[in-house]
């Protein structure tokens, strides 16, 4: 399985970015998640869906900005990050962690999107 974001940038504070994942064939995911990494710090979970009913979840500091839409039709994932401040620069990445068997399951990584967000 191959997950493909983009969409990253460079951006003014305030402005808005939507980020693109796709992946290469339908998958059976228990959830599919956008986390993002900046240099020194560990990765963090931003927003995530389930693929059982579509709950979402997200991250307090992105609350009320972003929103994660899945297509599984397109077999893509968005999110789109609306009133982009400096502290949403990092790098993001696609996870998707896909059921393999009725007991176990594998994550897999897209490449990452760049968010940089400067005046």
């Known amino acids: 399985v191959q997950l493909q974001a983009s969409g990253g940038g460079l951006v003014q504070p305030g402005e808005s970015l939507k980020l693109s994942c796709v992946w290469s064939?339908?998958?059976?995911?228990?959830?599919i998640a956008w986390f993002r990494q900046v240099p020194g710090k560990e990765r963090e979970a931003v927003s995530c869906?389930?693929?059982?009913?579509?709950?979402?979840y997200y991250h307090d500091s992105v609350k009320g900005r972003f929103t994660i839409v899945r297509d599984d039709a397109e077999n893509t994932l968005y999110l789109q990050m609306n009133s982009l401040k400096h502290e949403d620069t990092a790098v993001y990445y696609c996870?998707?962690?896909?059921?393999?068997?009725?007991?176990?399951?594998?994550?897999?990584w897209g490449q990452g999107t760049e968010v940089t967000v400067s005046s």
């Open positions: 996870r998707a962690d896909v059921r393999t068997s009725p007991w176990t399951s594998t994550d897999y």
């Open positions: 869906v389930s693929g059982a009913d579509g709950s979402a």
């Open positions: 064939r339908s998958l059976d995911y228990h959830a």
